[in-house]
């Protein structure tokens, strides 16, 4: 006999099944992130790059409805992020200082807290100059980001394993900037003011998350192991070590300065720190930091490739509508595809150069930044020459992805030739360079495209041409850093032992 089912009783069985699909799916990323303690802070540190991008890719997204509503144009436009880029630039020197000698995760919660409360205060300016004024005090508040999170995100994770780990973290950045263009830049066509609002929203929830976490233990000693249930905290590393609580955990061999060992690359002695880098003021850290070659070359590198990413955020949606003739509902998903291929990218990325110095290739990751640039260079050339969007998507995929792929493992490949304790000193400086060239970008763009170009149609198209160049030669001296880089890795090595 069949048994009849009710409507109540149908009706109370799909919460269970729901249930059961988020358990599943929850279980699925704590499986390839390595346990739940490992799952909570990538999603976060990934949460704080995504609340960053989506804001600066909500203006871009919003720029058609931004200059109607305020009578301004695509130099205006560019004003508006650059300012806000420019001001976290510098902010993020001092900012690096305090990821070295304080609290990491209170400082990245405060500054979190007022991130949240300058996107609301960005929907209630009434002119262009109220807004400027408003994206210079989120400036402020968005310059913690990289300097705290490379330095907690070196303390809590294993060597072998970061460039993998940062391609979960700048994943979060990505799917940020795709939330700005398809979900908060449509909402700013009904409203721009609720879509700074609705983006202001989850700033609160990211920094209690972050103020919830405990502080990582310092000089890459208390990775958190796989499966871990919680994150180790100062305490655990020295009971395990069997050492007194006021001890101080020395610093750890990376894997890449291990194989620079064992292949008997030898250090530039003239280059080997022999002071304490907790007691150099800023001006030495800063000199120490800009002597590494490799670190200046990854710095060039990462600034052009930014540089260009923030061009493609504040007018790419534009740029498609006006390029392939699309609509701006059309234009978005087509960003949104680009997103999903920068997303590929990132993952593979990181990944790749991890496998390939785990079977001892010290140039891997190197390597894999190198040659994923090129790609990006390469494709985009016949993606803003052709005017069929279909045909354009995939070389624009290609492109995404290669730009993208690059990130991980320069970031991991950073943090080698780099000892902690000057982790986010370096992540400052660096940043500081990077996100002025992010600040540049979109009045460049801008500029280029009303200026030289005469904003008329197809403006934009020979503006994303010519800003190849800088693209292209971040590629070139990528390749020529593999010479430097084995020596830098072995000069860090041994300063570590010191």
Known sequence: MIRSVSITEAASTRPRLARRVVGHGASQVEAAFGGPARTRVILVLGAVWALSSADTATVGASATVLRHALHIDNADIGLLVGVNAVVAAIASIPFGVLADRMRRTTTLGLSIVLWGGCMIWSATASSFGNLLVTRLFLGIATASAGPVVASMLGDWFASAERGRIYSYVLTGELLGAGVGFAVTGDIATLSWRLAFVILALPAFVIAWAVLKLPEPVRGGGGAIPPGALRIPVAGDVRRVRGEDTAAEVELEETDAQRISREKGVEPDHAGILVEDPRRMGLIAATRYILSIRTNV??????????????????????????????????????????????????????????????????????????????????????????????????????????????????????????????????????????????????????????????????????????????????????????????????????????
């Open 297 to 498: 070359v990854m710095i060039i590198a990462g600034a052009c490739g930014y540089f260009y990413l923030a061009g493609v955020q504040t007018f790419g949606a534009e740029f498609v509508h006006q390029q392939y003739g699309i609509d701006q509902a059309l234009a978005n998903l087509m960003i949104l595809a680009l997103g999903l291929g920068a997303v590929v990218g990132v993952l593979i990325g990181g990944r790749l150069g991890d496998a390939l110095l785990a079977r001892g290739i010290l140039n891997g990751r190197m390597l894999v930044a190198a040659i994923t640039s090129g790609i990006a260079v390469i494709a985009f050339v016949p993606a803003l020459l052709t005017h069929h969007p279909w045909r354009a998507l995939p070389y624009l995929i290609l492109a995404a992805f290669g730009l993208s792929a690059q990130n991980p493992p320069l970031n991991a490949a950073r943090l080698d030739i780099m000892i902690p304790p000057l982790w986010g000193r370096a992540e400052g400086v660096r940043t500081f360079l990077r996100t002025a060239a992010q600040a540049l970008a979109p009045v460049l763009f801008g500029a280029t495209s009303d200026i030289v170009f005469g904003n008329r149609h197809g403006a934009l198209h020979w503006t994303f041409l010519v800003m190849l160049v800088p693209l292209a030669a971040s590629s070139l001296v990528l390749f020529k850093a593999l010479s430097s880089y084995p020596r830098d890795v072995a000069t860090a090595a041994a300063a570590t032992r010191r």
